[in-house]
């Protein structure tokens, strides 16, 4: 329970389920930076540079992910990595076909 001097002052104390300065703490938030990076990207329209910012972001949760034993994120992120590299792929296609 908050105690009320807490709340008298506007301030309540929080704490994180997850453990601080650990590998999976810095891959995680280095990962969700990637992704902003990767959002922005796309909403500016900035192609193809965009997918390969974002299944970076996308492998690094995918690695968090499978340190925490994590099912729905490892299936959510392994989806994202898959749709990505279709992507890719496609784009990469997409370049071969115009110099042949």
């Known amino acids: 329970m908050v105690s009320e001097k807490l709340i008298k002052d506007g301030k309540v104390a929080t704490t994180t389920s997850t453990p601080l300065h650990t590998k999976d703490w810095y891959l995680k938030w280095v990962a969700s ?40 994120l490892i299936i959510i992120n392994a989806v994202g990595v898959s749709i990505y590299a279709n992507g890719i792929v496609a784009y990469i296609m997409k370049g071969v076909e115009h110099v042949s």
């Open 33 to 72: 930076i990637i992704l902003l990076v990767g959002m922005i990207l796309t909403a500016q329209n900035i192609y193809p540079i965009n997918l390969f910012v974002n299944i970076t972001g996308l492998i690094g949760w995918l690695f968090v992910s499978i340190m925490w034993n994590d099912r729905a």
